[in-house]
């Protein structure tokens, strides 16, 4: 199946900064998405970014497809970004692969 | 407000017991998903339904078994529990036919086999 990668496996930031996370994939896909898992445990979706770029306030992503990689971006990060982030795609069937996700801890 | 239940937030059960772990989906899915989530693993996929009474094995499927009865109902099934079982364990549901479709998550069960 398809392979995903994310980088880096762990990230600690101070309130206010920025980063960029990124999740590469071996094959084309029809469905990339991003989540967000806070402590809590619940996921939830951020963007369906098969290819472009998208925007949602602090959170920006773009995948380019051509060269199978995505990007995340957090911008003035605050503490309640922390939890972890996922990256899923699907190219055949119904079911998205998910990478082993970039775990996030922001400090105040 | 899209809503994916799960029977339990927590459950812990004895090696050897049968395990019913229950989602109810309320947005008319024709797709739901079991995954199971470990540390340094991320999620992978235990078995899916693309509608009622039809199952799919998913990457991992060994040990476990589904149920779809209903449309709205997909059930998780440990026939004999064992430690390694000892996970959370996340349902989600999604439609087939919309662009731009997502996956939406239940809460989660995180299941301690003693």
């Known amino acids: 199946g398809i392979q995903v990668e994310q980088s880096p496996p762990d990230l600690i930031l101070q309130e206010g900064a920025n980063s960029t996370l990124r999740c590469n994939f071996s094959?084309?896909?029809?469905?990339l998405q991003w989540f967000h898992q806070n402590p809590w445990g619940q996921l939830i979706n951020l963007f369906y970014?098969?290819?472009g770029t998208k925007q949602n306030g602090r959170l920006s992503a773009t995948t380019v497809a051509t060269e199978r990689y995505s990007l995340l971006y957090i911008s003035s990060s605050q503490t309640t970004d922390s939890g972890v982030y996922f990256c899923?795609?699907?190219?055949?069937?119904?079911?998205?692969?998910f990478g082993k996700g970039t775990s996030l801890l922001v400090t105040p | 407000d899209v809503k994916v239940t799960q029977s339990s937030r927590y459950l812990v059960k004895r090696t050897g017991e049968k395990v019913f772990l229950e989602c109810v989906q309320d947005?008319?899915?024709?797709?739901m998903f079991w995954y199971r989530q470990d540390p340094g693993l991320g999620l992978r996929l235990i078995y899916f339904?693309?509608?009622?009474?039809?199952?799919e094995k998913g990457d991992i499927p060994e040990g476990y078994s589904v149920s779809r009865e209903k449309k709205e109902r997909f059930s998780l099934i440990l026939e004999s529990a064992s430690t390694n079982q000892t996970s959370m364990y996340l349902c989600?549901?999604?439609?087939?036919?919309?662009?731009?479709?997502?996956?939406?998550f239940g809460p989660g069960t995180r299941l301690l086999v003693l």
């Open positions: 947005m008319d899915h024709e797709n």
């Open positions: 989600a549901s999604s439609h087939p036919l919309r662009s731009q479709e997502t996956q939406y």
């Open positions: 970014i098969p290819s």
């Open positions: 899923a795609v699907e190219n055949s069937g119904y079911a998205l692969n």
């Open positions: 339904s693309y509608d009622v009474k039809m199952k």
């Open positions: 094959d084309s896909v029809n469905n």
